[in-house]
């Protein structure tokens, strides 16, 4: 139903289908206004502002002077944005990422025993595990050799000892695993980084270059006897000790490897022909 309201400039506006939109009157007079005002140039006055009209302005605004200066004095410094690492240090519980390069307090130090319900003295434990390192030590060294030998080895004999050499290494390092277990089981810490294994190994250290190869033989053999003596040595007394599993260790796999392993090596020394003329 149509009707009439009073608008913003006292006006009376339809409200019906005719309703003319109070945007639309707004407009209307803003023209009517500048239309007025150009007729009378004279006029400086401008009307004033209402809800039904928009204000013109006549001047542009002057945008003020850029301080430069100022402006750099007070810019902050700009911020250096880190590279994210490859891999984070950090995670949160239920993630999938590993926690990285984490360190910690040494929970025991080597030399150290600590108490296992194993039917075995203190003293009879901290004897064995001294006595096993250090044939587990010099295990590390003879299973290095071979391997060094088994790849510099060369001339007439290259392919029977480069396959000799490389078995009595498997040998070798299954001992050195075997070694290293038994001395964690008596509750002792294994010797297990290469550079400890050098300060407390009584092999001596062979040249870097190449031997000639009954060199190479007789250094394996030396390095043999060395463990042989200690292992003989050290079973006689964990047999005293009443230390079983030391002695059978020590006698069934270090004492007979060793001995087949060096009759193999002396063998190959022996200065005899192939064929007799």
Request: hydrophobic share 40%; proline share 6%; glycine share 6%.
């Amino acid at each position: 139903m149509a009707g009439h309201v009073r608008g913003a400039n006292g006006g009376w506006l339809s409200t019906g289908a005719s309703t003319v939109s109070h945007r639309s009157f707004a407009v209307r007079k803003t023209r009517s206004s500048h239309a007025a005002r150009s007729s009378h140039p004279a006029a400086t006055a401008e009307p004033p502002c209402t809800a039904g009209h928009i204000r013109m302005h006549s001047r542009a605004t002057r945008a003020p002077e850029l301080d430069i200066a100022s402006m750099r004095k007070h810019t902050p410094a700009p911020i250096h944005l880190q590279e994210t690492p490859y891999m984070s240090t950090h995670t949160t519980p239920g993630s999938s990422q590993p926690w990285l390069h984490q360190k910690g307090a040494v929970i025991q130090e080597f030399g150290t025993v600590k108490q296992f319900p194993i039917g075995l003295s203190y003293d009879t434990r901290m004897y064995a595990c001294q006595r096993l390192n250090q044939v587990l030590a010099n295990t590390h060294i003879l299973y290095s050799l071979y391997k060094k030998h088994h790849w510099l080895v060369r001339g007439a004999t290259f392919y029977q000892l480069h396959l000799v050499l490389d078995k009595h290494a498997g040998e070798q390092l299954e001992l050195v695993d075997t070694l290293a277990e038994r001395v964690q089981s008596l509750g002792g810490v294994a010797v297990a980084d290469p550079r400890h294994v050098s300060e407390i190994t009584s092999i001596p250290r062979p040249p870097d270059g190449v031997e000639e190869v009954p060199a190479m033989l007789s250094r394996l053999l030396e390095a043999h006897e060395t463990i042989l003596v200690q292992a003989h040595d050290a079973a006689a007394r964990s047999a005293e000790l009443g230390d079983d599993g030391s002695n059978d260790l020590l006698v069934s796999q270090v004492i007979r490897t060793g001995e087949l392993q060096a009759w193999f090596l002396a063998e190959h020394l022996v200065d005899t022909p192939l064929v007799r003329a």
